[in-house]
């Protein structure tokens, strides 16, 4: 027998430490800590939660509140406008719960095909509400490129925020 067992984290346990990742992910950007902590190079994981949470089926009304609250604290960070972020992080939510049962093979890369067009429809909202929120001459490449590498890392945080298992939705092929 080995004297150092090591268990796997329990599912609630990830789901906490994805929760807190997110919620650094929006606060540390706005500290002055230099441009490691930027967006970019620092991934949004909220939109990892809002995909993982999307596909793990949470139909209540704490995930979507949850967003919606981060994103509104993500606004008031970023300086405004009001609903920017939270639009953005809710669409991710909205496409994530289409895109799980669409890409719902299990394997990573079905998977991984979700969550990237996922991060491309929220760039494009971004661009919608952007351009609505702050005018014709705005550009969203910054939050583009920032969503693209939070697409990139997305299989080694999937844990965080999925289970192994596919999707969890009904008519999700298993």
Do not use: K
């Not at 268990?7 to 430490?17: E, I, K």
């Not at 994103?71 to 809710?90: R, S």
């Not at 299990?106 to 760039?123: K, R, Y």
Request: hydrophobic share 55%.
């Amino acid at each position: 027998m080995s004297a150092f067992q090591v268990r796997a984290p329990s599912r609630s346990a990830l789901r906490a430490w994805g929760l807190a990742l997110a919620v650094l992910s929006v606060v540390l950007p706005a500290l002055p800590l230099g441009p490691l902590f930027a967006q970019p190079p620092m991934p949004l994981a909220v939109l990892w939660a809002a995909y993982g949470w999307a596909a793990e089926d949470e139909s209540g009304w704490r995930a979507p509140v949850t967003l919606a609250l981060l994103g509104l604290l993500h606004d008031q960070l970023a300086g405004g406008p009001y609903g920017l972020f939270a639009g953005i992080y809710l669409s991710a939510y909205l496409a994530g719960r289409i895109l799980a049962v669409l890409m719902s093979a299990p394997n990573l890369v079905s998977l991984w095909g979700g969550f990237i067009g996922t991060a491309l429809f929220t760039i494009a909202v971004a661009y919608l509400l952007a351009r609505l929120g702050l005018g014709p001459n705005i550009s969203v490449m910054p939050y583009a490129e920032a969503a693209i590498i939070t697409a990139i890392f997305f299989p080694v945080v999937r844990p965080l925020y999925m289970s192994s298992s596919p999707s969890l939705r009904p008519g999700a092929r298993r």
